[in-house]
């Protein structure tokens, strides 16, 4: 009798033990409930506190989105055997740069050169546009070299560029001086546009087709400020290309394009740059590349004495880039056409008109870069005399701060 009441005790404790576990955990359970109520009351009074503070008409905030700005210094050291004076001043390319206008920012003297500081600002303006301003510091003004906004939004592949800028016709034209593989411009492009290339005031289109290739088409029109081709500055310079790439297998890769400026000299005559360019690249490894580029420009220009002239030239270029600290390569560049009046020079060569450029380059770190250039010039006359000139230089590149990756 006595054993089945402490069975009958025991089976009471534990169902009284059962009943107290289930009581705790439902007691838990009901504070972990007000725990969160409290929580999310807390949050939606902070939104609320929030919206009666900040227009919600857009979830855009301006203060996300500081600008990328970079400072870019180029700087040369220069051996040259023609001097300062007659280099600047004496020196011409019949047909193309008449003496004394042969311009030359960057690398003019013997000795030491700092050829320019450039501030670069980039920012997304808002979901609609980018802003982007490049700034030429001098010690004694300061120069716009481009501002722009982009379009980032627009459908069926279109984009806008408005501001001042550089016009993406042919391959070099839009690049900056410290993106060249070589220290010195190309020559075809320093004869007929000088060495800001087309950049002026304007509004470009671009439309990039739905296609598994890339295919692009642009048109701009521009100011035509450009001097050695143009002139007009009335608003009335057109350009237009179309440019495309493939990928040959895994590694090779081709570019190209065909370009066309159109507008008119200060004397309202017509003036027509056309181009066509190729690049090709093959990725030898990871950080190894064979990039070959060439491009040629011809250009008609109407005259005062109702001729026209006819005149154009070529760059081509082999750069190799062993890994990413060294790359070295070889320019050949060549005036080949040149239907003009050259009387004034009787009895002076102005055929093959030419140049080769060799260069080293070691960059230690993306950001910096020193490079070794030679070159053998037999394009220019100094003082009424054809005359050979041999340059090697030495140059140094640096950017500072937040600067984006350029297209090669």
């Known amino acids: 009798m006595q054993k089945k009441l402490r069975l009958l005790s025991l089976i009471a404790c534990t169902s009284l033990l059962a009943d107290s576990d289930m009581e705790a955990l439902k007691l838990e359970l009901q504070q972990q409930k007000e725990t969160t109520q409290k929580l999310l009351s807390r949050v939606n009074s902070l939104e609320s506190t929030q919206q009666g503070s900040v227009n919600t008409s857009a979830s855009f905030s301006q203060k996300a989105y500081l600008p990328d700005i970079a400072l870019i210094l180029n700087m040369s050291a220069v051996a040259r055997d023609v001097s300062n004076s007659d280099y600047a001043t004496q020196s011409e390319i019949p047909g193309f740069i008449p003496k004394g206008t042969i311009n030359l920012p960057f690398n003019a003297n013997r000795g030491f050169n700092l050829n320019y500081a450039e501030l670069a600002i980039h920012s997304v303006v808002d979901p609609y546009f980018e802003a982007f301003a490049f700034l030429h510091l001098h010690p004694e003004n300061l120069e716009i070299g481009e501002a722009f906004v982009t379009t980032t939004s627009m459908p069926y592949g279109l984009r806008i560029k408005a501001g001042k800028f550089k016009s993406a016709f042919g391959r070099l034209n839009s690049k900056h001086q410290h993106t060249w593989s070589f220290d010195e411009q190309a020559l075809i492009y320093k004869s007929l546009f000088g060495p800001d290339a087309i950049s002026d005031p304007g509004v470009q289109l671009q439309w990039v087709a739905p296609t598994d290739t890339y295919i692009m088409v642009g048109i701009e029109g521009l100011q035509g400020t450009n001097q050695r081709s143009f002139g007009s500055n009335n608003g009335n310079l057109v350009v237009g290309y179309l440019k495309s790439s493939i990928d040959v ?53 109407e005259t005062n004495t109702n001729t026209t002239d006819l005149q154009g030239g070529l760059y081509t270029q082999l750069i190799y880039q062993y890994n990413n600290n060294y790359s070295t390569g070889i320019r050949y560049d060549a005036l080949t056409k040149n239907d003009t009046n050259l009387s004034a020079y009787k009895g002076v060569n102005t055929d093959n008109l030419d140049r080769v450029t060799a260069m080293l380059e070691y960059k230690p770190f993306p950001m910096s870069r020193l490079r070794l250039n030679y070159s053998y010039d037999r394009s220019k006359i100094i003082n009424n005399k054809r005359r050979d000139i041999n340059t090697v230089m030495l140059t140094l590149n640096v950017a500072t701060g937040a600067h984006g990756a350029h297209s090669y």
Request: proline letters at 0%.
């Open 249 to 301: 297998g895994d590694n090779l890769s081709i570019l190209g394009g065909v370009s066309v400026a159109h507008g008119k000299t200060a004397d309202a005559k017509n003036s027509n740059v056309y181009g066509v360019d190729l690049t090709m690249r093959n990725q030898l490894g990871s950080y190894s590349a064979l990039v070959w580029q060439s491009e040629y420009l011809q250009r008609d220009k």
